[in-house]
């Protein structure tokens, strides 16, 4: 298969999937080879913060997004797509966002 992502994504891909799925060692390895490709640390370190607070909204996501479950009663109740928030909640990346997201 084609590789379509140039040197630079796939090392900010491998070093967010590395740190996202608390995987030292591949963190460890594809910040090694950010640092061999001349990434700077902190181009990493800013890479990291915005994965941190991605994640961070999505833990608040998920927290509210539980409480709507349970607090649902009998079965006829519509559940939300996997991944969606209560319309309360609010969205967490891009525009219209009310200037609450982590973008």
């Given at each position: 298969m084609a590789q379509l992502l140039d040197e630079r994504t796939r090392l900010v891909v491998g070093l967010t999937a590395g740190y996202l799925?608390?995987?030292?060692?591949?963190?460890?390895y594809f910040f090694d080879q950010a640092r061999r490709a001349g990434l700077s640390t902190d181009f990493v370190r800013e890479?990291?913060?915005?994965?941190?607070?991605?994640?961070?909204?999505?833990?608040?996501f998920m927290a509210i997004y539980v409480e709507h479950i349970l607090g649902r009663t009998?079965?006829?109740?519509?559940?939300?797509?996997?991944?969606?928030?209560p319309a309360s909640a609010?969205?967490?990346?891009g525009p219209g966002n009310g200037g609450g997201g982590c973008c």
């Open positions: 799925g608390k995987c030292q060692p591949c963190f460890k890479v990291i913060q915005m994965a941190e607070g991605i994640r961070g909204k999505g833990d608040g009998g079965t006829s109740a519509s559940v939300s797509e996997p991944g969606e928030a609010g969205g967490c990346c």
